[in-house]
């Protein structure tokens, strides 16, 4: 169902369309929620698919992509953390979060942090598993503390054979897959195997091996055996939701997570337990068994359509009995304690959205808040951040990073400057287009209709702009704005005190005039807030593009030279600085490196477009 302004109001699915679509608009009295979309309606778009399982799927991605306004929608800012398997000759294991770009095998997710990190401890403790990044793991020349305290096998520096070490990394696949029982009967038959070669030593390091395996079955198990199953109840108060998930895979309790699901008017649990069923395995693996707090509509078709989208039959269940009910109960009871947490948190949050709206003299609370900060360290890797926050708090989704490139080193105002003209010039430009592509110029026919996207409109503004800076700052923004001439953003200046202690900031407002709020104003909590999470972000982005700059080497882009020719370079010279001021001569002296290659090393390092020929040391350039 759309709107006239082209807006998504509704997606849904039906086995009998004209059924489904009749019920809305029949003589039967609709809850305020219908009714008010039902007056928005301009028209309906229908897909027809082979299978409701189908329907289902198309549906939950259609919610996610166009996030219609009448729909309950799945409200998750945080990525999930995953375990990763890197897909390389010594693979890695490490927690991961974030787009799965990174090849190798990731088991997951998990409901904590905690979690995920106690699962590589026991990794780390039973297989020696090594953790380190790539630029660390090429560049040792003797093992580290990780091997010492035995978690590491060191497989950097060659104490371990390959094939020994591809081994630890299959049976702790077979763990993580959640086959413990299958790898403790592999382990039994090599252990049996190595004594009868008399191989002691190797029969007791199996021994130990699974009895600590057994060990975490028999403190984990549920019901006497390795469950994998979740477990779901909902809360809701008013027009507020709250989905509580506790996750058990191979018998092991990953944690509990709650969620905030806007629920768009929806007063119905079950409605909403359905939606989150339907939209969060959409994305995640389901285990074999789910265990629900109450029935939920089509419970059976989710069922079916979550079996044909993986490798393994799903149960949905709603009435259970023994220690699952008291999973149950537990979820239940956390889900209400979650939700009474989580309006109180709001109803903070309302105050402080009000208390800012009165500050700047605002004509109704601010519906979106954007704050730029600069992180830089002396100049290197500057980076810019725009954190979003509207009024139920950070939208994760929409925060921004700007590279900051052509300026003088440690200019914070030509850097401010560029970010925000890089922000509101799109801005400007797409609201032009949305104006100008309304009619086609040439035949006046209206353009194909498209659907929003996912994130903020095209075009959308800040209803406050914060910008992390005094004066100078401010006057930069100010610039960006009346150049682009952007309409109806407030900026706001926020000034760090003369001791720089939190509560002493400085406002700068639009209308000239300079307040100190104090500590104990909501306002000004929610402008450090707002504040605190752009710099925050700021730095995060600034240290990781600092540490990408600093963990790669110059070496690693010429032809010709790999680990063990760059390490021998490195080693001759004392390090990349004594390499680079060595000449051509010295280089070639290098065992593996001939003349040609030498060249190639000097110019690469010395920014020349094309090697030197003949073997003489070129002229220096400056540095």
Known sequence: MIAADEGVLYVGKASALKNRVASYFNATAKSARIASMLRQVARMEVTVTRTEAEALILENQLIKSLKPRYNVLLRDDKSYPYVLMTQEPWPRIAMHRGPRSTPGRYFGPYASVGAVRETLNLIHKLFKLRSCEDSVFRNRSRPCLQHQIGRCSAPCVGLVPAREYAEAVRRSTLLLDGKSDELTRELGRA??????????????????????????????????????????????????????????????????????????????????????????????????????????????????????????????????????????????????????????????????????????????????????????????ATVASCVVFDAEGPTRGQYRRYNITGIEPGDDYAAMHQALRRRFARAMEERAALQDGATSPASGEAKPRKHPRASAAPGVLPDVLL??????????????????????????????????????????????????????????????????????????????????????????????????????????????????????????????VNAALAERIYATLHGLDTPTTGGATPARTER
Do not use: W
């Open 467 to 592: 910008i992390d800076g005094g004066a100078g700052q401010v006057a930069q923004a100010r610039a960006v704005l009346d150049e682009l001439e952007v309409p109806g953003v407030v900026l706001v200046g926020v000034a760090k005190g003369p001791a720089r202690r939190p509560g002493e900031e400085e406002l700068l407002l639009p209308d000239g005039r300079s307040v100190r709020p104090g500590a104990q104003s909501p306002a000004l909590q929610l402008i450090q807030q707002v504040r605190d999470e752009a710099h925050r972000f700021a730095i995060t982005g600034h240290r990781g593009k600092r540490q990408k700059v600093r963990s790669s080497s110059r070496l690693e882009d010429i032809p010709g030279i790999g680990p063990r020719r760059r390490a021998s370079l490195l080693r001759h010279f004392g390090g990349l600085g004594g390499l680079k001021a060595a000449g051509v001569e010295e280089i070639s002296r290098v065992e593996g």
């Open 191 to 380: 252990m049996e195997a190595a004594s009868a070669r008399l191989d002691f030593e190797e029969a007791a390091r199996l021994r130990d091996l699974v009895a600590s395996i057994r060990t975490l079955q028999a403190r984990q198990y549920v019901d006497g055996r390795a469950a994998d199953l979740d477990v779901l109840a909902v809360a809701m108060q008013d027009a507020a939701a709250c989905v509580v998930l506790l996750s058990f895979r191979d018998g092991r309790n990953l944690g509990t997570r709650a969620f905030f699901p806007r629920t768009n008017g929806v007063d119905n649990p079950e409605e909403v337990l359905a939606a989150f069923v339907s939209q969060y395995y959409g994305e995640q693996v389901p285990p074999r068994e789910i265990v629900l707090d109450r029935d939920i509509p089509d419970r059976e078709l989710i069922e079916h359509a979550l079996s044909a989208a993986g490798d393994h039959k799903v149960q949905i269940r709603c009435n259970v009995r023994s220690e699952r009910a008291g999973y149950v109960d537990m979820a239940r009871r956390n889900a209400e304690l979650a939700l009474a947490n989580e309006r109180t948190s709001h109803a903070a949050q309302r105050g402080r959205a009000e208390a800012l709206r009165d500050l700047l003299g605002l004509a109704e609370v601010a519906g979106r808040i954007e704050c730029f900060d600069i992180s830089h360290t002396m100049g290197e």
